[in-house]
């Protein structure tokens, strides 16, 4: 007897059955493609990030397709991309960004040379034709000059000092002996370079990131002198370890101060392991706006190092959102962070989504944070006035910035450029409103930041460190030239001033050699 098929209503179920697995599939299929978008244009961002960060400001404009086809060129220099970035697509665009009743921008005429400068005058004759009238013909006479200044330059002459110590004898009383002159004071002593030529090549090497080795051959080029490597690198190392006890001296100065400021940069260091490899070591900066500068080397990043130099430091502590940071100095100490570093995250977001508006409006916003203490500075204004603009304008722009930082949060991704910068500075909201309770701190600690520019320019220069010995010299080094650049010293008036000697020079003594004392006794 044949068995009796499914019912209309066990049909209908199973379709329904069957729809549903399918649903599922499908709605496992449209997370996965949701999430595989979202995973892509989290690489896209990162990849333009890496791509801008290579090839420099100027590729900023350039489309993902522009930069791609850079990538794909074997090498690339400035040019190409300076060239790449005025193609004619990008030249249409830059009409619509400025406005068309935009004054034009006054020039300013020729520059004026320092009054410090020598002046040596060279006076030009006219011709014999000019000495003469035109019409009588009698000899004219010289009514003034048609003065024109230009800068000069005489180029390094190098020659040899010869030092001649007198000897002394009495003709009648030969057991008395024979007098010589003392040895002066010089920074390597018997060594075949003078004092100026050690300081030349020390301010070259760490105020203009020219290697010692680049100095060897100009050395050799304009005297025609083959200096010993080793030589000249003694040298500079004997000036960093004579300054070590002068960075000391600043460290007890800055830390006296109410206000530090705080950033690090790594540097590589030869270890002699025979790994092939250089150790990664930190030079860490803290200093006072408008004072001195201390570098300190530690061999790693973590937070020992700040923690040891700042002791129980209790003033205002400035830092950027590194997590290092946290934990260090006294009970009473005020941690706050930097606004431009959170400001930069957002032009990141920019960067990679140039129709990202929420997060070109934060930068705006914080731009005219940023325009009030720009203000402040071009009147003058000393830290109190500059507080008394700031609680004028600063509260409501705070209160607009995040409101638009807690809106960018709830729609943009977490792990995006806009979503991170956003919960940046959310997490940080307290120690980057600080500044309205301390009138002396600043927005930003580009101050440091600019600090640490000749030692990102010398690390593609010098390379590395040559061993972890060397490390305290060559901060002690940074830290004077740094301090004699902030506090407009001549870097080699200081150290020919101060270098010769300073080994036999007291303790006590170090206090009147800093840069910060050395300029006040210039401005007296």
């Not at 830059?94 to 300013?108: A, C, E, N």
């Not at 004072?291 to 990043?301: A, E, I, P, Q």
């Not at 040891?308 to 290092?324: A, E, H, M």
């Not at 060397?470 to 004699?484: D, H, L, N, Q």
Request: proline share 5%; with cysteine; net charge positive.
């Amino acid at each position: 007897m044949p068995q009796p098929g499914p019912t209309l209503a066990e049909i209908i179920a199973q379709l329904e059955t069957q729809l549903a697995a399918k649903d599922q599939q499908l709605a496992r299929k449209d997370q996965a493609l949701a999430l595989a978008e979202v995973k892509i244009k989290l690489l896209e961002e990162r990849l333009r990030l890496d791509r801008i960060a290579r090839y420099g400001k100027r590729s900023e404009t350039l489309s993902d397709l522009q930069l791609q086809l850079l990538d794909l060129e074997p090498g690339v220099s400035s040019e190409e991309v300076e060239a790449e970035s005025e193609r004619e697509p990008l030249k249409a665009q830059k009409p619509q960004d400025k406005s068309p009743s935009m004054p034009r921008r006054k020039h300013p005429g020729r520059q004026e040379l320092p009054g410090h400068l020598a002046r040596i005058e060279q006076i030009i004759g006219c011709t014999p034709e000019q000495c003469n009238c035109g019409k009588c013909g009698k000899q004219t006479t010289v009514i003034g000059y048609e003065e024109t200044e230009v800068l000069d330059v005489r180029p390094a002459e190098y020659y040899v000092k010869v030092i001649r110590r007198e000897k002394r004898a009495c003709r009648d009383c030969e057991e008395q002996g024979v007098q010589t002159a003392p040895v002066p004071e010089r920074i390597v002593a018997k060594s075949v370079l003078s004092d100026q030529v050690i300081i030349e090549a020390t301010v070259n090497k760490y105020c203009a990131s020219l290697p010692l080795y680049r100095q060897q051959a100009i050395i050799k080029r304009d005297a025609g002198v083959e200096i010993a490597l080793s030589t000249l690198n003694d040298g500079v190392l004997r000036v960093g370890e004579l300054l070590i006890p002068i960075s000391a001296a600043m460290k007890r100065e800055v830390l006296a101060g109410t206000y530090i400021q705080a950033d690090e940069t790594p540097v590589g260091v030869q270890t002699h392991d025979k790994r092939g490899r250089n150790h990664q070591a930190y030079m860490w900066q803290y200093g006072s706006p408008g004072k001195g500068v201390v570098f300190d080397f530690r061999m790693g990043r973590d937070s020992e190092g700040p923690k040891l130099f700042l002791g129980n430091f209790n003033g205002l502590f400035q830092t950027d959102g590194y997590k290092g940071y946290n934990h260090v100095g006294g009970p009473k100490m005020v941690h706050a962070c930097c606004l431009a570093h959170a400001r930069r995250k957002y032009v990141d977001a920019v960067k990679v989504n140039a129709n990202d508006q929420e997060s070109a409006r934060i930068v705006a916003l914080m731009d005219d944070l940023f325009a009030i203490d720009r203000q402040a500075r071009e009147q003058n204004l000393d830290h109190a006035e500059r507080n008394l603009l700031r609680q004028e304008w600063a509260p409501k722009l705070l209160e607009q910035l995040r409101s638009a930082a807690l809106a960018l949060k709830k729609t943009a991704l977490p792990k995006s450029a806009a979503g991170q910068a956003a919960n940046y500075t959310l997490s940080f909201w307290s120690k980057l409103t600080v500044f309205l309770k301390h009138p002396e701190l600043e927005l930003s600690t580009n101050l440091a930041e600019n600090s640490m520019r000749p030692i990102a320019i010398g690390r593609k220069n010098w390379l590395h460190l040559g061993s972890k010995e060397a490390g305290p010299k060559i901060a002690a080094i940074f830290s004077v030239v740094e301090s004699c650049r902030r506090l407009n010293i001549p870097i080699r008036k200081y150290l020919a001033d101060v270098l010769p000697g300073l080994a036999n020079r007291s303790i006590q003594s170090l206090a009147e050699l800093t840069p910060a004392a050395f300029a006040a006794r210039l401005a007296n």
